[in-house]
């Protein structure tokens, strides 16, 4: 049996109004919609999440192997087959990832990506 630990823990919960949650991790508190309102949608924050934790591995296999990276943008592009039915499945079709990096080589750079799809 594998000895786990907690890595995470967060919450979210009604405000009352349709659509709406608010999100807690730690001490932070976010509003997240439901993709048709005012605020960042759940599925926003979700991909934002996926960029965050690129940049941040990335940055830190790069100095890990000490790699020269000025700077990077991950940008995530998510796609519905807007005549396809899921019923209430949230189902993406398509999910496109781009990296950018600024300061390191080609070579360098694929392989700090190809290290990340295997992480």
Do not use: P, Q
């Amino acid at each position: 049996m594998a000895n786990l630990t907690l890595a995470y823990k967060v919450r979210g919960y009604s405000t009352g109004t349709l659509g709406r949650a608010i999100c807690n991790a730690r001490t932070h508190h976010f509003v997240a919609d439901d993709g048709g309102g005012d605020e960042v949608g759940a599925g926003e924050l979700f991909f934002s999440g996926i960029t965050a934790c690129a940049v941040n591995m990335v940055e830190r296999i790069a100095n890990t192997d000490s790699i020269d990276l000025d700077w990077m943008d991950v940008g995530v592009e998510s796609y519905r087959d807007s005549d396809a039915d899921h019923g209430d499945l949230t189902l993406y079709d398509a999910i496109r990832i781009k990296f950018e990096m600024w300061g390191v080589d080609d070579e360098d750079a694929r392989s700090l990506v190809d290290t990340w799809k295997k992480r």
